[in-house]
Protein backbone atom coordinates (compact mmCIF):
# COMPACT_ATOMS: atom_id res chain seq x y z
CA UNK A 1 0.00 0.00 0.00
CA UNK A 2 1.00 3.56 -0.73
CA UNK A 3 2.70 5.31 1.81
CA UNK A 4 1.45 9.00 0.43
CA UNK A 5 -1.95 7.82 2.08
CA UNK A 6 -3.14 8.69 5.62
CA UNK A 7 -5.56 5.47 5.39
CA UNK A 8 -6.30 2.77 2.82
CA UNK A 9 -8.56 0.19 3.19
CA UNK A 10 -9.85 -3.03 0.71
CA UNK A 11 -12.91 -4.67 1.31
CA UNK A 12 -13.18 -3.84 4.98
CA UNK A 13 -16.01 -5.35 6.66
CA UNK A 14 -17.63 -6.12 10.02
CA UNK A 15 -20.52 -7.77 10.69
CA UNK A 16 -22.60 -8.58 13.53
CA UNK A 17 -24.04 -12.16 13.29
CA UNK A 18 -25.78 -12.16 9.47
CA UNK A 19 -26.40 -7.95 9.73
CA UNK A 20 -23.14 -6.34 7.20
CA UNK A 21 -22.41 -2.72 9.78
CA UNK A 22 -19.38 -1.84 7.17
CA UNK A 23 -19.48 -4.13 3.71
CA UNK A 24 -16.48 -4.23 1.72
CA UNK A 25 -14.87 -0.40 1.83
CA UNK A 26 -12.43 0.43 -0.23
CA UNK A 27 -10.91 4.22 1.12
CA UNK A 28 -8.21 5.74 -0.19
CA UNK A 29 -7.45 9.26 2.15
CA UNK A 30 -4.47 10.98 0.88
CA UNK A 31 -2.14 12.69 4.09
CA UNK A 32 -3.48 16.36 4.67
CA UNK A 33 -7.16 15.41 3.90
CA UNK A 34 -9.93 16.10 5.46
CA UNK A 35 -13.12 13.49 5.38
CA UNK A 36 -16.23 12.59 7.20
CA UNK A 37 -18.16 9.42 8.00
CA UNK A 38 -21.63 9.28 7.02
CA UNK A 39 -24.08 6.83 6.98
CA UNK A 40 -26.06 4.86 8.67
CA UNK A 41 -26.05 4.93 12.78
CA UNK A 42 -22.76 3.08 13.98
CA UNK A 43 -20.95 2.48 10.09
CA UNK A 44 -18.68 5.93 11.23
CA UNK A 45 -17.84 4.84 14.45
CA UNK A 46 -17.08 1.06 13.52
CA UNK A 47 -14.92 1.87 10.86
CA UNK A 48 -12.76 4.27 13.06
CA UNK A 49 -12.57 1.53 15.55
CA UNK A 50 -11.53 -0.91 13.37
CA UNK A 51 -8.91 1.17 11.88
CA UNK A 52 -7.36 1.80 15.56
CA UNK A 53 -7.31 -1.76 15.79
CA UNK A 54 -9.63 -1.16 18.54
CA UNK A 55 -12.33 -3.55 16.88
CA UNK A 56 -11.59 -6.67 15.13
CA UNK A 57 -12.30 -6.98 11.68
CA UNK A 58 -14.62 -9.43 9.76
CA UNK A 59 -12.21 -9.72 6.74
CA UNK A 60 -10.50 -7.32 4.83
CA UNK A 61 -7.85 -4.87 4.93
CA UNK A 62 -6.73 -1.82 6.58
CA UNK A 63 -3.96 1.05 6.46
CA UNK A 64 -3.08 3.94 8.69
CA UNK A 65 -0.37 6.48 7.90
CA UNK A 66 1.58 3.34 6.19
CA UNK A 67 1.22 0.81 8.66
CA UNK A 68 -1.17 -1.86 9.03
CA UNK A 69 -4.21 -1.68 11.09
CA UNK A 70 -3.60 -4.59 13.34
CA UNK A 71 0.13 -3.61 13.57
CA UNK A 72 -0.37 -0.19 14.60
CA UNK A 73 2.38 1.14 17.54
CA UNK A 74 1.66 3.58 20.59
CA UNK A 75 3.84 6.15 18.56
CA UNK A 76 1.80 5.32 15.42
CA UNK A 77 -1.71 6.12 17.47
CA UNK A 78 0.02 9.29 18.83
CA UNK A 79 -0.30 11.34 15.84
CA UNK A 80 -3.82 10.04 15.86
CA UNK A 81 -6.98 11.74 17.48
CA UNK A 82 -10.13 10.31 18.40
CA UNK A 83 -12.49 11.12 20.81
CA UNK A 84 -15.34 8.24 21.80
CA UNK A 85 -18.67 8.45 22.08
CA UNK A 86 -18.89 7.66 25.78
CA UNK A 87 -16.19 10.03 27.20
CA UNK A 88 -16.22 10.69 30.63
CA UNK A 89 -14.94 14.79 31.16
CA UNK A 90 -14.09 15.59 34.52
CA UNK A 91 -16.59 17.50 36.94
Do not use: C
Not at 47 to 70: A, C, D, F, Q
Amino acid sequence: MSQTLAIETRGLTKRYRRQAVVDALDLKVPNGSIYAFLGHNGAGKTTIRMLLNLLPTTSGYSEVLGRRSKKLRELDLEQVGYVTDNHLFPQ
